[in-house]
């Protein structure tokens, strides 16, 4: 990985594909599902608080869906999904991951 972070210049969330499309400043671009943003979900309540295991989760379901998503100073989102999760901040860095794969 890069010293230099890149910085999404376009983030799209396409409600009929259930999926975030996201875009870079350096030219690479890439989407990932709803699902899968939902269960890589950086929040203490799915990762776990501190070093130990992290705590089950409920299946998430199939069909979920982002409601809205919330600029968090220059450096994250914090996204509300229709399962009612909202507690966990998405940098770009972490956007970057899911979406591009590096």
Same mark, same amino acid.
């Given at each position: 990985?890069?010293?230099?972070?890149?910085?999404?210049? %376009?983030? $799209?969330? &396409?409600?009929?594909? *259930?999926?975030?499309?996201?875009?870079?400043?350096? *030219? %690479?671009? *890439? $989407?990932?599902?709803? %699902?899968?943003? &939902?269960?890589? $979900?950086? $929040?203490?309540?799915?990762?776990?608080? +501190? +070093?130990?295991?992290?705590?089950?989760?409920?299946? !998430?379901?199939?069909?979920?869906? !982002?409601? &809205?998503?919330?600029?968090?100073?220059?450096?994250?989102? &914090?996204? !509300?999904?229709?399962? *009612?999760?909202?507690?966990?901040?998405?940098?770009?860095?972490?956007?970057? %991951?899911?979406?591009?794969?590096?």
């Amino acid at each position: 990985m890069s010293a230099v972070m890149a910085w999404p210049v %376009k983030l $799209s969330f &396409r409600r009929t594909a *259930g999926e975030l499309f996201a875009e870079f400043d350096d *030219g %690479k671009s *890439g $989407s990932v599902a709803y %699902k899968r943003l &939902r269960e890589n $979900s950086p $929040s203490a309540a799915v990762r776990g608080h +501190g +070093g130990g295991p992290p705590p089950p989760q409920a299946p !998430v379901p199939e069909d979920i869906s !982002v409601l &809205r998503a919330d600029p968090v100073g220059r450096y994250a989102l &914090r996204i !509300v999904f229709s399962d *009612g999760h909202d507690s966990g901040l998405y940098n770009w860095d972490q956007i970057r %991951k899911l979406t591009v794969g590096d």
